[in-house]
């Protein structure tokens, strides 16, 4: 299956993978080690389930060897099927599909252009505590995750360990990185991107601050001085923009 495919979550993979229809994991027995995974992107349209290579949640003997070792290609878990993990393919910007565009909310690449205004922004739902009228929630172009204790925010699944842009362009800054694993998860499993900063004001979402790095490692790899998050959930010192 290549990039102009539309049987992936509606779209193509990355870089192209292999894979073969089915409708039972029975039916990927003639492979090595297959699942058979759904991958319908439409819930009113027909099922499309395909043979995808499994794989484990969590840190292998040598995570090279985890999906092949592929920056595109995250171990994710199956929908429903918390035991079940595949190899899914998973572009992270236009640039990882050649001639077509690199869908936020399913990774895939498709011919229609989604343009993602909302990477960063609370989502879900909101809590007034002052009894107002509280704001409706952002629908986000990308999935609207929750890591550990922080709130919803729109981001976009990336491989977790890829050190490649993962957000919307941002000029010569990049705007995302992937640093939100899966609980239990590690190099090579699905992750998510978070919003980075080098001060308060680079957040989308006004109510984040900009928590610094203090690691030069991390600010060498990602070119950004931190994360935007939740006041509540600063682990070093916000960097504000006076």
């Given at each position: 299956m290549d990039p102009d495919d539309d049987r992936l979550y509606g779209g193509g993979p990355p870089q192209g993978t292999c894979a073969a229809t089915c409708s039972s994991s029975d039916d990927c027995d003639p492979f090595e080690d297959a699942v058979c995974v759904d991958v319908t992107a439409d819930p009113s349209s027909e099922p499309t389930k395909l043979c995808l290579p499994r794989c484990r949640i969590g840190a292998p003997d040598d995570p090279g060897e985890k999906c092949d070792g592929r920056a595109e290609v995250a171990c994710s878990p199956a929908?429903?099927?918390?035991?079940v993990a595949f190899c899914r393919p998973l572009c992270t910007s236009h640039e990882d599909c050649p001639n077509r565009f690199c869908d936020p909310r399913y990774g895939v690449c498709r011919?229609?252009?989604?343009?993602?205004t909302t990477f960063g922004l609370l989502c879900g739902a909101t809590d007034d505590s002052d009894g107002g009228t509280a704001p409706e929630p952002t629908t986000c172009a990308g999935?609207?995750?929750q890591i550990n204790d922080a709130?919803?925010?729109?981001?976009?699944?990336c491989t977790f360990g890829?050190?490649?842009?993962?957000?919307p362009a941002s000029g010569d800054?990049?705007?995302?990185?992937?640093?939100y694993a899966l609980e239990g998860g590690g190099i090579g499993d699905l992750g998510y991107c978070g919003e980075l900063c080098d001060c308060s004001d680079d957040c989308l979402e006004p109510t984040f601050l900009c928590d610094a790095f203090a690691d030069a490692n991390l600010e060498g790899a990602f070119g950004r001085q931190g994360v935007c998050t939740d006041p509540s959930l600063l682990v070093n010192n916000e960097i504000s923009c006076d």
């Open positions: 929908e429903g099927e918390s035991s011919d229609q252009e989604i343009r993602d999935p609207c995750v709130p919803q925010i729109c981001s976009r699944a890829n050190p490649d842009e993962c957000a800054q990049r705007r995302g990185a992937c640093i």
